[in-house]
Structure formats: C-alpha cells, structure tokens
C-alpha cells in the first residue's frame, strides 16, 4: 500500500499543503522543493489520483467553455486567461468547444449527457437556444453566460452592456458633429449563431434615430481582403459618409489601416470608432469603447466556483458597464470638398 500525503510531507520535511501544490500547482513550489517532494513520492510509492478524487466527490473537475471564433482571438484569449486564473487554482480544467454553427451547438448538448464529463458551461457571446438551457437545467449542471442574453433560467451571466457601449459610439460622434455616419457589422447565415455584438448596431441606431440621424448599416465579411473591400466601398458611395463605427476593432483597425495606406486622411475624411479597446488599439490611436474580457473571465471563474461549492451565488447577472476611450481616429468633420490627401 502506498504511502499517505502526511508521510511524503513528514519524509520530505515540508507540509502537506506543499506535497499537494508540488503535484497540483508546481508554479507555487521552487524546483528544489518541488525535486525533493516528488523523488520522496516515488520512493513511498505515494501518487495523487485526481480521477479517484473526482469519483469520490461526483465531479469531473473539469468545465466547457464554449467559443465561437478562433480561440487565438484576442476576446476569446483574454476570457481564457480571466478563467484560468481563477478556477486552476481550485483545480478545475477548462475543456474548451468551438461552436460556429446551430447544428454544432445541438450536438454539444445532445451529447454531453451521456458523456456527463463537465461539472459547469459558459456559453461565450452568442445566444443560447431554449431547449439547452432546459437540458443542462434537468442535468443538474450550471449554465453560465458571457456576454450572453440573459435569461432567468441560466445559473449564472456577466455582460459587457453592449447597449450601452452601442449608444455611447453614436452619442460620441454626435456630439463631434456628424450626422452622415455608417455602421458596419459582419453577415452571418440563417444557421451561424447569433453573436452578442449584434446587439451593438441596435442601440446605435436608436440612439441616432432620436436625433433625427439615420446611419446607414453595411454588412462585411471577415476576410483577409476585408478592409480593402470596405475601404473601395466607402470611398465610392454615392453620399460619402463621415464617420465610420466598426462593430468591432478587428474592422476597425484594418480599416483605418488600409485607409491610411490609401493616403486617405483618418480622422481628416473619415473618423473611426471601434469596440473593444483590443490589442493594437493604442499604438493605431483608435477611438474604441473598452471593454474587459479578462475581468469578465475572473467574474465568471468566481460565480461558477460559488455555484459548484454552495448551489448559489451572490449578483447571478451581473454588467460590466462599457467606456470611450477617446484617441485620434475621431474630430469633427469637415468639408470634404476642402480636404486635402497627402
């Protein structure tokens, strides 16, 4: 029989709490320490049997992060590190599904009951049909929402308020002056899930529309020529628009890129804004509206945790409220028949 946890710790002159850490979270433990504890292990015939732990307690130690997009995305990278950083030190893996389709997201639920593996599901920025919520709800499993609709059913969600983000980018070029102003948002098919972003240009337009403004919506797709294609569109409307709001700043900076590469003048014929305040937000000087994936990750991480542990959690719905982050790529507009292009 193999030796218990407190003689490994009593053998390698450490504690119990450090024999658990030198297996579980080597990152807290120095390598010497580390060397000694599991060399000392393996002499006992001590092991940690994480698969016996998860039996004892009926759970599977493990939670499925759904994702649309790729998961190098700079929102989607961002929500894993938040994640991680809360749930690995309670030795909880994150087992994470790429959910682009309908038909995807169906047979993740039809499936997980017979493999019942997951304790917890975050369901990240796109919506969530009815039947899953009632599945996962009948399996005793907590559905979380990440800029998710949400909806009293689910455990637990933490929003971005994109409403609000949406009528902040329209009350900001507002009140610089424009009134001929596009939105652009990417297309998505009848079966492509329904993003949360969606919710953006919503709120957008209301808020214009209340000032007698009606911006025009251009729908794009993500493509590797998408700002060239968006860029030979603005440039050859009819009624040339002077401002520009970008659903997002992965449109947002490639577009105000190519433009500059053009020699068209940003914010001097077009003025830009964008949402997110994401990677190489700062270093293009984009006007964008932050928000923050990392903390909506750790917010998640902390409610699934008081879920799994006592059933409930304090603030089940909790928004992150979204803020401008004013830079260069916005001004007042001028007349473009006086513009003059480097």
Not at 87 to 101: C, F, V
Not at 230 to 247: E, F, G, N
């Amino acid at each position: 029989m193999g030796a218990t946890i407190q003689e490994v710790a009593a053998a390698a002159h450490v504690s119990v709490s450090t024999v658990s850490r030198a297996f579980n979270r080597p990152d807290l433990v120095s390598a010497k320490t580390r060397h000694r504890v599991i060399e000392m292990a393996r002499k006992l015939g001590f092991t940690i049997l994480r698969s016996a732990t998860a039996l004892k307690s009926g759970r599977a130690f493990r939670i499925a992060l759904l994702v649309s997009g790729p998961i190098s995305s700079w929102f989607n990278a961002s929500i894993l590190e938040g994640l991680d950083a809360v749930l690995r030190p309670a030795e909880y893996d994150l087992a994470i599904w790429q959910i682009g389709t309908y038909r995807e997201q169906q047979c993740f639920f039809d499936d997980l009951p017979e493999r019942r593996n997951v304790d917890a599901v975050i369901v990240s920025s796109f919506d969530i049909k009815t039947r899953e919520i009632d599945r996962l709800a009948t399996m005793g499993v907590p559905l979380i929402g990440i800029n998710s609709p949400i909806d009293s059913r689910m455990a637990a969600s933490v929003n971005t308020d994109d409403l609000h983000g949406g009528t902040i980018m329209a009350n900001h070029l507002m009140s610089l002056g424009h009134q001929n102003i596009v939105f652009v948002a990417t297309r998505t098919a009848e079966h492509i899930l329904r993003f949360s972003a969606n919710r953006r240009w919503e709120s957008f337009a209301r808020t214009c529309k209340l000032k007698d403004i009606n911006p025009r919506l251009i729908m794009t797709e993500r493509k590797p020529n998408m700002a060239e294609v968006l860029s030979d569109r603005l440039l050859t409307m009819k009624s040339r628009p002077t401002a520009v709001a970008c659903q997002d700043d992965e449109i947002a900076i490639p577009l105000l890129l190519e433009l500059r590469r053009r020699n068209v003048a940003v914010p001097g014929q077009f003025s830009i804004i964008g949402f997110d305040d994401s990677r190489y937000a700062r270093e293009t000087g984009l006007t964008t509206i932050r928000q923050l994936p990392i903390q909506l990750g750790m917010i998640t991480g902390a409610k699934i945790l008081d879920l799994l542990s006592t059933g409930k959690t304090n603030a089940p719905f909790e928004s992150c409220t979204a803020a401008l982050i004013e830079r260069s790529s916005t001004a007042p507009p001028k007349n473009l028949d006086t513009i003059l292009v480097n």
